[in-house]
Nanobody, 118 residues
Framework: QVELAESGGGLVQAGDSLSLSCAFL????????MGWFRQAPGKERELVAE???????YDADSVKGRFTISRDNAKNVVYLQMNSLKPEDTAVYYC????????????WGQGTQVTVSP
């Protein structure tokens, strides 16, 4: 069983930066792709960024050039560095993982709130 624990959320002002971390427990981290999702009030959950087990990354258009996903396989942690934050980035951010051979994210963290004030 995989367990994920996010940390690093908070309240910031527009233009500020924030870094989220997600600790991965229970399996071999390097066998899993990792993703960051977010859900704003009244909206559906959306993919923000993901990184494969080999380190390839994808960023949603809404965060491209501002957010960076990375992973440290020695520490079993995935990060989301968020720069130039905007009020529309306000959401609960979730970490998720999927086994290398599966197309869907099977494991999810509890989420961490990010609030960006104007």
């Amino acid at each position: 069983q995989v367990e994920l624990a996010e940390s690093g959320g908070g309240l910031v002002q527009a233009g500020d930066s924030l870094s989220l971390s997600c600790a991965f427990l229970g399996r071999t981290f390097s066998d899993y792709g990792m993703g960051w999702f977010r859900q704003a009030p009244g909206k559906e959950r959306e993919l923000v960024a993901e990184i494969t087990s080999s380190g390839s990354t994808y960023d949603a258009d809404s965060v491209k050039g501002r957010f960076t996903i990375s992973r440290d396989n020695a520490k079993n942690v995935v990060y989301l560095q968020m720069n130039s934050l905007k009020p529309e980035d306000t959401a609960v951010y979730y970490c998720a993982s999927k086994y290398i051979s599966t197309p869907y994210y099977a494991y999810w963290g509890q989420g961490t709130q990010v609030t960006v004030s104007p």
